[in-house]
Antibody, heavy 120, light 108 residues
Framework: QVQLVQSGAEVRKPGASVKVSCQTSGYTFNDYYVHWVRQAPGQGLEWMGL????????SYAQKFQGTVTMTRDTSTRTVYMDLSGLRSEDTAIYYC?????????????WGQGTLVTVSS | EIVLTQSPATLSVSPGETATLSCRAS??????LAWYQQRVGQAPKVLIYSATTKATGTPDRFSGSWSGTEFTLTISSLQSEDSAVYYCQQYRNWPPWTFGQGTKVEIK
């Protein structure tokens, strides 16, 4: 069955970086984009960007250009989201989710979420 | 960027009644809209995609409809397990993929 399993909770100080992983299984890795969506405490869902596992090409939301880096490891079917220059406003749950790479498609499977806390 | 506006922000409904949630797009997205349910402490889960198609496992009491840029999620015969926040998402014009701000459904 399709699974996206994320790494555990992280605590960082302001100015630091964090790297969250999303290990996938149960489907053809190259056939689905992996997206990152974040949710600040009590807030809605915010799309951060995606990576196309076929070639490793990322696409970032304008807000996160320069601070986020998305990569993938095809040997382990794992996608990574690296966020630098952390501020308290980056405290959130970060989700990975997948969508097919063809046509107009929604996010059909999501990871369980990773809480990142930024605090001095 | 397409903006999705959901209403109301909170909906309080008695068990067995019907909840009607709205999502308005700032421009045409065709039928390329999904609805997600997010229960407390859980990841979002797709309920409806292509505006009207139920995802696998979505109970029959959930239905989606649309006209122009107005989309509706209807939950009939509301049950306690339907207590959640519901988000709409457009995937017609991307990037970015955009979400509405959510509607919280409370069970009276």
């Amino acid at each position: 069955q399709v699974q996206l399993v994320q790494s555990g909770a992280e605590v960082r100080k302001p100015g630091a970086s964090v790297k969250v992983s999303c290990q996938t299984s149960g489907y053809t890795f190259n056939d689905y984009y992996v997206h990152w969506v974040r949710q600040a405490p009590g807030q809605g869902l915010e799309w951060m960007g995606l990576i196309n596992p076929d070639g490793g090409i990322p696409s970032y939301a304008q807000k996160f250009q320069g601070t986020v880096t998305m990569t993938r490891d095809t040997s382990t079917r794992t996608v990574y989201m690296d966020l630098s220059g952390l501020r308290s406003e980056d405290t959130a749950i970060y989700y990975c989710a997948r969508s097919a790479t063809y046509g107009y498609v929604h996010f059909d499977y999501w990871g369980q979420g990773t809480l990142v806390t930024v605090s001095s | 960027e397409i903006v999705l506006t959901q209403s109301p922000a909170t909906l309080s409904v008695s068990p067995g009644e019907t909840a009607t949630l709205s999502c308005r797009a700032s421009q045409s997205v065709g039928s390329h809209l999904a609805w997600y349910q997010q229960r407390v402490g859980q990841a979002p889960k797709v309920l409806i995609y292509s505006a009207t198609t139920k995802a696998t496992g979505t109970p029959d009491r959930f239905s989606g409809s649309w006209s122009g840029t107005e989309f509706t999620l209807t939950i009939s015969s509301l049950q306690s397990e339907d207590s959640a926040v519901y988000y709409c998402q457009q995937y017609r014009n991307w990037p970015p993929w955009t979400f509405g701000q959510g509607t919280k459904v409370e069970i009276k």
